[in-house]
């Protein structure tokens, strides 16, 4: 009965808790509402859901249309973005505001994003310019030109920065794959670009053993692009020749993942267990890249007494022969 009780009371409490959270979430984000946001409404009450109702001025009633998916914004994505405080009209003609949009304002030319960020102190840090350069000689870029922008990665409405920001690797290698997953996995996008056949990416590597378990603790452009060391983010994807197929690039002392992947973490101290690249181990155990020069010592002098156990053993042996 008394555990009963409690029970119950605690569950109360906790919606009690959980009730006045909520209020108070409510009560936020209706004051926090920007006016950019505001603004915004006007396009996302169409483009935020799969249906939009317009007015059908010569049969004179009120229709419900479906909205195309490529067509439509994932509101919460939008407002986590790198742009979340812009209007829609930021990057878009102010013309959109009417429906039927005009055939002149669907065919603008979107901004690029050295048009606002080129040559800005603020976001020095990033390198815009070595990164359109890299861009530039990229396998996607040299062979698609016009139909390949930055745009093409960069999902104008939910790209947002993670390697810079996120300190859990996983998340940071989740999020970047995706940036290529979602093309090379999806027909439709990947033959709005190409004419060929989408090549089947589990298949085309099929070589790495295990390859789910590499997926998840390595980035595509750690073997796919060339490393530029004063770039965080490296952004010459080369044609799938030069792609790293070696494992020792890896699995090795001088693993490339501690140039790429790890190297905002390799600031942090060493802790003294004599592993090598110890950075990664936060992450993940790489054969070969994480050897510990105590487990080694240790097992060569494990290997060094088992000669010693065998010579002496024949020895005895010898001597003690019975004739
Ligand atoms: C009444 C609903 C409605 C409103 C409001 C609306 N749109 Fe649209 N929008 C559509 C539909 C439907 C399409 C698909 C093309 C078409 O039918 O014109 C579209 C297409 C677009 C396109 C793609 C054009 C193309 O052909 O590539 C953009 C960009 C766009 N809208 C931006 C906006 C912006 C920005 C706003 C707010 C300033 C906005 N829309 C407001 C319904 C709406
Ligand atoms: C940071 C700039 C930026 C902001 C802010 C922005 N867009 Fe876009 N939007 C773009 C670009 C660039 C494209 C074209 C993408 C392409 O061609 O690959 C685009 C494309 C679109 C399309 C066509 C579908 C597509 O994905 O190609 C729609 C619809 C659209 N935007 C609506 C909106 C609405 C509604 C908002 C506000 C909630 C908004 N956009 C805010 C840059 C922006
Ligand atoms: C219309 C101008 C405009 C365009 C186009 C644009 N940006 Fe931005 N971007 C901004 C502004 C302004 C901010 C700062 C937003 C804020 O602080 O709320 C920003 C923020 C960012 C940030 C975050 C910076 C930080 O310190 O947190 C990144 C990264 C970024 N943009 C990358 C891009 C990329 C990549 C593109 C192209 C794919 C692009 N931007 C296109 C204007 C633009
Ligand atoms: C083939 C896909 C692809 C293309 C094309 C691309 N990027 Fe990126 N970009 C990425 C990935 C993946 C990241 C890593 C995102 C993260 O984890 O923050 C990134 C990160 C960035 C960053 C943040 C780097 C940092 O130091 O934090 C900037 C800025 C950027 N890209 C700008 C651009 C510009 C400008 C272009 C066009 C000239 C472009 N990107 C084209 C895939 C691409
Ligand atoms: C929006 C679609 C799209 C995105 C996003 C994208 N790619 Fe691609 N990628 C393509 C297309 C299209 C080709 C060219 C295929 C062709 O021409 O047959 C290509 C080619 C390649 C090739 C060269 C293959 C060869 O034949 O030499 C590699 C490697 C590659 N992509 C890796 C990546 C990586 C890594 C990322 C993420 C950082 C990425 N791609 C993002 C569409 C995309
Ligand atoms: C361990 C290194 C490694 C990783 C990680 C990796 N690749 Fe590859 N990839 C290769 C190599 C090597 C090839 C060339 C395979 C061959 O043909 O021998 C290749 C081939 C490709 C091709 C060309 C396929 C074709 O034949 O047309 C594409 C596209 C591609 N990779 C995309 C990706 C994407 C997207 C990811 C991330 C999800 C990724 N790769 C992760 C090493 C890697
Ligand atoms: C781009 C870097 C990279 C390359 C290239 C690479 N690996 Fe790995 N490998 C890793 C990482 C990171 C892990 C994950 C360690 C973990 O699970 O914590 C891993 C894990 C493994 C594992 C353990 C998987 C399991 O089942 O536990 C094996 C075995 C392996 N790799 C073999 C290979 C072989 C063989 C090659 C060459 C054909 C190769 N790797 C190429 C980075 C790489």
């Known amino acids: ?9 605690g569950f109360l409490l906790i919606l009690l808790v959980a009730g006045a959270n909520l209020l108070k979430g409510e009560e936020k984000s209706v004051v926090t509402k920007t006016d950019n946001q505001r603004a915004n409404d006007h396009c996302l009450k169409c483009h935020a859901h799969n249906h939009f109702i317009y007015e059908n001025t010569v049969a004179k009633k009120q229709v419900k ?13 939008f407002y986590q973005s790198n742009h979340k405080n812009f209007k829609c009209t930021d990057c878009h003609s102010e013309d959109f505001g009417k429906w039927p949009h005009s055939a002149e304002v669907r065919m603008e030319t979107p901004m690029l994003c050295l048009d606002c960020h080129g040559g800005d102190e603020k976001y020095a840090k990033f390198q815009f310019e070595k990164i359109e350069a890299e861009f530039a000689q990229s396998t996607h870029a040299t062979r698609h030109g016009d139909s390949f922008s930055c745009w093409t990665c960069h999902e104008p409405h939910t790209y947002k920065i993670s390697a810079r920001n996120d300190s859990v690797i996983n998340k940071i290698i989740a999020y970047d794959n995706n ?16 004419d060929n056949a989408k090549p089947n990416i589990i298949a085309k590597h099929d070589w ?3 390859q789910a378990r590499h997926f998840q603790n390595v980035r595509c452009i750690e073997c796919h692009a060339h490393k530029k060391d004063s770039l965080l983010v490296a952004h010459n994807i080369m044609p799938k020749e030069k792609a790293v197929k070696l494992c020792q690039e890896c699995h090795s002392k001088n693993s490339i993942l501690m140039n790429s992947l790890y190297q905002y973490q390799l600031k942090s101290k060493a802790t003294g267990l004599g592993f090598d690249n110890e950075k990664m181990l936060d992450n993940s155990y790489v054969i070969g890249a994480n050897r510990n020069i105590y487990l080694n010592r240790i097992s060569i002098a494990i290997f060094l007494l088992t000669l010693i156990g065998i010579a002496v053993h024949t020895l005895l042996r010898i001597i003690f022969k019975k004739h």
């Open 1 to 9: 009965m008394k555990y009963a009780d409690k029970l119950i009371s």
């Open 65 to 77: 249309h479906k909205m195309e998916p490529g067509l439509r914004i994932d509101t919460v994505l």
């Open 179 to 194: 940036i290529c997953l979602s093309c090379h996995n999806n027909v439709n996008k990947f033959e709005l670009i190409s």
């Open 208 to 210: 790495l053993p295990n």
